[in-house]
C-alpha cells in the first residue's frame, strides 16, 4: 500500500504536471462520460479529436437520444470499435425513459451502480464517472493503474481481485477524481510499459519494484487471427458507390459499405481484381481483395459523405476508385 506521504507527493505531481485536457476543464458528467468511453480503446491524441465532434454534434444526452444511430456512427466515424457508438446511443435512450419505466428521467445517474447499469458501462468507466463528474469515492482500475501497481508491489501478473483491492486501499476519498486522474497519468506518462520515467516518479522512494520496473507485469498474450476476405464493389452510373448498411450486429455493425465475403474469390469476366488492402483490428490481421464490378448496373449508389463507413471501407473504396479511374 502508499503511504500517506506517497498519496500527497502524487497529488501534487499531479495538480502540477497534468496534461492539459479538455475533459478536464469541464464538471459536465455527460461529456466526462463521452470521453472516458472515446478513449477505453483510442489513443488521447486521436480522442481530442472524436471527443470534440461528439460533444459539438450531441452536446447533451437529451440531442443524442433524439438522433437516429446512424448519425451517431457518422459522428464516431474513424474512432473504430463502433459498438461503443452504438452502446452510447442505446445510454442515452436508456437514460432518457422515466423512472417508472427503468430510465433516469432525463439525468445521467451519479452513483457507481446505477451508471453499470447503463448500456455500454463497465466497472471502469462506472467508476471513473462516478468519482471524476459526482465526486463519488470509488476507485476504478485500468491497464495504468494495473501497471502502477503490479510495480509499486513487485508482482508479475496480479489478479484482477488485487488489483481492486488495491486500488481500493490507495483511494483518496476525499479527491477521488483527482487521485484516480493522477494514477492512470502516472501509468501513461511516467510508469509507461517501456522507457520507464523512475528518476521523476512522486512515489519511487516506495515502489518494490523499480530496480526493474519493466518486469512487472508480465505482458499479457494476445492471440491474432488472420482473416482474407474480398470486397465486392460495385459503382452505380451517378458515380456512386453501391452499398450496403450492415446488421446492426457482428464485424462493423450498422455501418455502411460493400459486400464482403470470406476467402479469396475468383473473379470472373464481369469483375476486375483492384489488389489487396491490409487492415489490423486488435484481435485480426485482416487482408482484403478487392474486386470491381466492370459495369455499371444500379442507376443510383450511397455518397460515402452521408453514411457512416470504417476505417477498412475507405482504404477498399480507395483502392476501387483509383483502379476504375485509371480505367476511364
Not at 483527482?178 to 501509468?187: F, I, V
Not at 530496480?211 to 460495385?234: H, I, M, N, S
Amino acid at each position: 500500500m502508499l503511504s500517506s506521504e506517497d498519496q500527497h507527493a502524487l497529488l501534487n505531481w499531479y495538480d502540477q504536471h497534468q496534461r492539459d485536457l479538455p475533459w478536464r476543464h469541464t464538471r459536465n458528467p455527460w461529456h466526462i462520460l463521452l470521453s472516458e468511453i472515446l478513449l477505453q480503446q483510442t489513443q488521447v491524441s486521436r480522442g481530442l479529436v472524436y471527443w470534440t465532434r461528439m460533444v459539438e454534434a450531441f452536446p447533451t444526452v437529451v440531442s443524442m437520444a433524439k438522433a437516429p444511430v446512424d448519425a451517431v456512427l457518422k459522428a464516431w466515424e474513424g474512432a473504430g470499435y463502433y459498438s461503443r457508438a452504438r452502446r452510447l446511443h442505446a445510454l442515452s435512450q436508456r437514460v432518457m425513459l422515466p423512472s417508472h419505466e427503468g430510465g433516469f428521467d432525463g439525468e445521467l445517474p451519479s452513483t457507481y451502480d446505477e451508471l453499470l447499469s447503463l448500456p455500454g458501462i463497465g466497472p471502469y468507466t462506472a467508476a471513473a464517472v462516478a468519482s471524476i463528474a459526482f465526486g463519488q469515492p470509488v476507485a476504478c482500475v485500468d491497464g495504468n493503474i494495473r501497471r502502477v501497481m503490479a510495480r509499486t508491489t513487485a508482482q508479475l501478473e496480479p489478479s484482477a481481485s488485487a488489483v481492486q483491492a488495491w486500488a481500493n486501499g490507495v483511494l483518496v476519498g476525499e479527491r477521488a477524481g483527482d487521485w484516480n486522474q493522477a494514477l492512470m497519468e502516472l501509468g501513461a506518462t511516467v510508469c509507461t510499459p517501456k522507457r520507464v520515467k523512475c528518476e521523476v516518479c512522486p512515489i519511487s522512494r516506495g515502489c518494490a519494484g523499480k530496480d526493474e520496473p519493466e518486469a512487472y507485469p508480465l505482458p499479457k498474450r494476445q492471440r491474432v487471427k488472420e482473416v482474407v476476405l474480398t470486397a465486392w464493389v460495385e459503382l452505380a452510373q451517378d458515380g456512386t458507390l453501391v452499398l450496403t448498411q450492415r446488421p446492426m450486429n457482428g464485424l462493423f455493425a450498422g455501418l455502411w459499405g460493400p459486400i464482403y465475403r470470406d476467402g479469396v474469390a475468383v473473379p470472373d469476366s464481369d469483375h476486375v481484381h483492384c489488389g489487396t488492402v491490409k487492415h489490423a483490428l486488435s484481435h485480426r490481421k485482416m487482408t482484403v481483395h478487392v474486386v470491381l464490378l466492370a459495369g455499371r448496373n444500379e442507376p443510383l449508389g450511397v455518397d460515402v459523405n452521408e453514411v457512416a463507413i470504417s476505417t477498412l471501407d475507405e482504404k477498399v473504396i480507395a483502392l476501387a476508385n483509383e483502379h476504375a479511374q485509371a480505367s476511364e
